[in-house]
């Protein structure tokens, strides 16, 4: 195993002072207003946009948790989350025109522009906590564990220092510069990350005991971990890895990053955008790149940990100083990158780093933009500021710092938060596509699936459901039924939102479809006619086809690299053959759906 020198010390402090020197540069400016300090002046632009939004996603847990699904089940297990490149591709070509329409400051705001009254005042706020801070400070939590694990097996440090040391800076640049210093630290970061995500691998594979890509696939244990696909005529791996992500999860769960309808930072960024075109072409390159560019590094480093560390043991006998409860098969990727030579120990830890301060300034920006824009400022103080509330942003973004790192202090490992952020989600994805194109979902329609979906997961995972027989695929579906029943019960029983905020909701956005027909005739009848999509189709099919499209070139370039890696070259050549053909095709889909 490689130990730090001082020319690894060096690669990783010069990182750190260019994400603090981009912080400071643009605090001048974030500190103006909240526009500027939360969306960067709705001036972005796509290509920087996109990027910010992978750089985001490429954080410390990913690869952890790619190491935890791949060595306790398959490369099939991935299906868990490669199924939300369907949620990522309906938010590209349905709901980037709609959030950048809406011109809303954070996606909370929406609540108050779709529904009216108490319920949707009381709920903005509410889900500025509950979101800003309880999910979000999950999310950052499942983060720091992963630096914890790589502090723990690189430098041997107690989880304590690893927090305080990876969080300070990261704190310092978000606090200063907003969302400006995040954009333009994500361009430098997501490129540090994926030259050393690129570099592990390709040291992980030329480790003496893997012995090259020959060598690995040719270890039995690896070859029963290599599938692209579940075991069809296997049910109990098929179903919880292949059929509920594809047939349910996607669509039914909430899940930051995924959100079904598109929110959180996905939407803060479609909101900084330029235009709409500058929207839709961010989350679209944000998802080929997530799903098509970085997951086979970090599988190829699964893999081969499987040949050096093949069991928990051998994990916690290399790695003694790590209390035993941390030790679990997340840790096989920073413990492989103990093996890495002078200089590219220094690049890729550095590029961890850049990954940890990547999601953690966005998370912190966006945490703080509800806290402050939809709970200060809507029901502590309307009056305040624009440099009051620029100040409450900076306090209550290292106020969510201290909260995560607490918190992370006390999580074993990224799949038990991953399930758990999954089960809290359960049933309200389809609320969130739907509340854009029904007129009859209304707030307490979002309360009851808010209300339901965690009490859901508290029966199951501190309640007594939690000794209950259930896989945790079962406790999901089970979720997504008892949510969704409980939502459109309540659509229907309660008093819908008030006539007027409906239309002016529909001239805004520009929905369409037959879900504000009733609207639409009311409109009419009373002499105010809602004008919006006149002459044009809807836009929906068009975008739906673009969608379909779109995941179709996205998983074939997947799996295509995946059978080179793997050397079968005719399923190598059928897949590209056929990413190529979908990405024409969805080319040609995307003109015509810019004409609508």
């Known amino acids: 195993m490689s130990t730090f020198v001082l020319f690894d010390w060096l690669i990783v402090a010069a990182y750190f002072a260019a994400v603090l020197a981009v912080g400071f540069w643009a605090a001048r400016q974030a500190g103006r207003s909240t526009s500027q300090f939360f969306l960067s002046g709705r001036s972005m632009p796509w290509w920087l946009l996109g990027v910010s939004m992978v750089a985001t996603t490429f954080s410390t847990d990913t690869p952890n948790l790619v190491a935890d699904i791949t060595r306790t089940g398959s490369v099939a297990g991935n299906w868990m989350w490669w199924a939300f490149l369907l949620t990522g591709m309906l938010t590209v070509f349905v709901y980037a025109r709609l959030w950048r329409r809406s011109g809303v400051l954070t996606d909370l705001e929406f609540y108050e522009l779709r529904y009216s009254g108490r319920p949707a005042a009381f709920l903005r706020g509410f889900r500025a906590v509950y979101l800003g801070v309880f999910f979000n400070v999950m999310v950052m939590a499942t983060v720091t564990l992963a630096a914890i694990k790589i502090g723990g097996a690189i430098f041997g440090l107690p989880p304590l220092t690893t927090v305080v040391v990876a969080s300070s800076v990261t704190v310092i640049f978000s606090t200063a510069g907003g969302f400006r210093a995040v954009v333009l630290t994500d361009f430098l970061l997501f490129i540090v990350a994926m030259t050393g995500s690129i570099a592990a691998a390709v040291v992980a594979v030329g480790h003496p005991d893997v012995g090259g890509l020959d060598g690995l696939f040719a270890n039995p244990a690896v070859r029963e971990r290599m599938a692209l696909l579940p075991d069809f005529g296997d049910t109990a791996t098929l179903v919880p890895l292949f059929l509920v992500p594809l ?89 492989m990158l103990t093996f890495l030579p002078v200089g590219w120990l220094g690049l890729v830890v550095g590029s961890l780093a850049a990954a940890y301060m990547s999601t953690v300034s966005t998370h912190l920006n966006w945490g703080s933009s509800y806290v402050t824009h939809d709970f200060y400022r809507r ?169 379909l499209l779109g995941c179709a070139a996205v998983y074939s370039a997947l799996f295509g690299t995946g059978a080179w890696i793997y050397g079968r070259t005719g399923l190598a050549l059928g897949l590209t053959a056929a990413a190529i053909g979908a990405g024409g095709a969805l080319v040609r889909v995307w003109r015509r759906l810019a004409e609508i």
Do not use: C
Not at 307 to 332: G, N
């Open 247 to 335: 047939a349910v999860q996607w669509w039914a769960s909430w899940y930051p990053g995924a959100e079904p309808g598109g929110g959180g930072y996905v939407a803060q960024r479609m909101l900084a955008a330029r235009t709409e075109g500058h929207a839709i072409g961010a989350t679209l390159f944000f998802n080929v790149a997530h799903y098509a560019l970085r997951p086979w590094p970090w599988i190829l480093v699964a893999l081969a940990s499987i040949a050096v560390f093949p069991d928990l043991e051998s994990l916690q006998k290399a790695f003694p100083a790590i209390e035993p409860a941390a030790v679990r098969h997340d840790l096989a990727y920073p413990a």
């Open 379 to 547: 029901f502590i103080r309307p009056a305040a500021s624009e440099r009051e509330l620029v100040r409450v942003g900076r306090l209550s973004t290292l106020l969510l710092m201290v909260l995560s790192a607490f918190l992370a202090l006390r999580l074993e490992n990224a799949l038990q938060a991953f399930q758990i952020l999954l089960q809290i989600g359960a049933g309200t994805g389809l609320l969130f596509i739907l509340r854009w194109f029904w007129w009859r979902i209304n707030a307490w329609s979002e309360i009851v699936a808010m209300a339901v979906s965690f009490g859901v997961a508290l029966w199951f995972y501190v309640g007594p459901g939690r000794d209950a027989a259930l896989a945790d695929w079962q406790r999901l579906v089970l979720g997504v039924a008892i949510t969704t029943a409980a939502w459109l019960t309540t659509s229907f029983v309660t008093r819908p939102t008030d006539e007027t905020r409906l239309r002016s909701f529909v001239r805004l956005t520009r929905p369409g479809g037959p879900g504000w027909a009733a609207v639409a005739r009311r409109a009419a009848a009373d002499g105010e006619p809602l004008e919006s999509e006149t002459g044009k189709p809807w836009a929906v099919p068009t975008g739906i086809l673009a969608m």
